[in-house]
């Protein structure tokens, strides 16, 4: 299916180049539903977007329960604050979790990619205890010279591809996601993007339209 | 069901405190579910816990699409990000929607003092148009002035209670959320409250123990 660049790119974009002053501009909040039925959300870190295309890249550990959850429901939400400038993204699409058993060579190109992408520094913590886990005191911790730098992506690095263009039904394991695959039709004609503004008090929803196989975005200007 | 101070309450009173010069270190992002089965995420502003308890404030209007998905499943998950101290906090629970329409009196009397709390300003969105619809251009807003300061909350006004102590079973009345009842039992062993702290590379989970009708939370450091 064709693409085009979303207009809320360009405005996302802008707001990244406006805070860029800021580390924690590039920090947002996922959302994710548990295998449990129950809502999820962490701070994550914005690793661009991919080549030319819409989709936000994610760095995550796979030991990390949000893989269980994508893994369950391949759906997420974005929520990106930027406290400077009093701006909100709301984001919502499917996510493709890659991780190391990936069956397609293209998706594993883009996972060691995004590994030698990211710093030395934030590569080392694929190497330690199992994230959510007890911990057991001081353990040794791998330090960065035992790096290998050319070394390719370590076993628990996964990256995450979450389209706002793309809903995939997924394949259902159990009745419990098997209902769900059919409350889910209704959301492919509410797939948005929804911007707000706090200081000029302006909000816009950016709503995906998909007609002979090509999607554009309509934009409308909504009260906040 | 008696209830004590939780330990992550005075950490998180304690991060409040050290981030208070920043305006945005009362924002969190809260996750919900849709109707339609899909997570949602927005920025919304702490109030402050109710009286002693453990609970945490929201307000909000009761025509933002946010109260329909706490409707259809009252349940959210916190997250806490504070980007001076570069600590999260991620706590889930169950959520009590107070609107005007609420049958019990000491809850209506919680949501009055709620509206009085809050700054005439703040009140004043609640008597906007409709958030979400289009925008009919430059509508006459409603000066200041014209807001009666002893005036009760407006219609649109509603208080949110998110609960970490308690998970309460809600009534199911369509299939699929009956089937997340079954589901939802795995639940009431797992409410935690996460703690993350960037800076010292520390995390702690606390888990809600119930024995003898007493709640009480039990703290672990685990791997961050």
């Given at each position: 299916?064709?693409?085009?660049?979303?207009?809320?790119?360009?405005?996302?974009?802008?707001?990244?180049?406006?805070?860029s002053?800021?580390?924690?501009?590039?920090?947002?909040?996922?959302?994710?539903i548990?295998?449990?039925?129950?809502?999820?959300?962490?701070?994550?870190?914005?690793?661009?977007?991919?080549?030319?295309?819409?989709?936000?890249q994610?760095?995550t550990?796979?030991?990390?329960?949000?893989?269980?959850?994508?893994?369950?429901?391949?759906?997420?939400?974005i929520?990106?604050?930027?406290?400077?400038?009093?701006?909100?993204?709301?984001?919502?699409?499917?996510?493709?979790?890659?991780d190391?058993?990936?069956?397609?060579?293209i998706k594993?190109?883009?996972?060691?990619?995004?590994?030698?992408?990211?710093?030395?520094?934030?590569?080392?913590?694929y190497?330690?205890?199992?994230?959510?886990?007890?911990?057991?005191?001081?353990q040794?911790?791998?330090?960065?010279?035992?790096l290998?730098?050319?070394?390719?992506p370590?076993?628990?690095?996964?990256l995450?591809?979450?389209?706002?263009?793309?809903?995939?039904?997924?394949?259902?394991?159990?009745?419990?996601?098997?209902?769900?695959?059919?409350v889910?039709v209704?959301?492919?004609?509410?797939?948005?993007?929804?911007?707000?503004?706090l200081?000029?008090?302006?909000?816009?929803t950016?709503?995906?339209?998909?007609?002979?196989?090509?999607?554009?975005?309509?934009?409308?200007?909504?009260?906040?």
């Amino acid at each position: 299916m064709a693409t085009t660049t979303a207009p809320w790119k360009q405005l996302l974009l802008n707001s990244l180049q406006a805070n860029s002053h800021l580390r924690h501009s590039s920090y947002f909040q996922l959302a994710t539903i548990g295998p449990n039925g129950m809502p999820a959300n962490r701070t994550v870190v914005f690793r661009g977007f991919q080549d030319t295309t819409n989709k936000i890249q994610i760095n995550t550990d796979s030991r990390t329960h949000k893989i269980e959850d994508l893994n369950h429901w391949p759906f997420a939400e974005i929520c990106w604050y930027f406290t400077d400038s009093w701006e909100q993204f709301r984001i919502n699409g499917a996510v493709d979790v890659i991780d190391g058993s990936n069956p397609d060579s293209i998706k594993l190109q883009q996972r060691e990619k995004a590994w030698f992408d990211s710093s030395p520094k934030s590569r080392l913590q694929y190497l330690g205890p199992n994230p959510g886990l007890p911990s057991l005191g001081d353990q040794p911790t791998q330090a960065a010279s035992s790096l290998d730098p050319s070394a390719g992506p370590a076993a628990a690095f996964c990256l995450l591809l979450l389209d706002p263009d793309q809903v995939q039904v997924p394949f259902f394991s159990n009745i419990y996601t098997f209902i769900r695959s059919f409350v889910i039709v209704v959301v492919f004609c509410c797939s948005q993007v929804d911007y707000l503004n706090l200081k000029s008090n302006e909000r816009i929803t950016f709503s995906k339209k998909i007609a002979n196989e090509e999607i554009s975005w309509n934009s409308e200007k909504v009260n906040p």
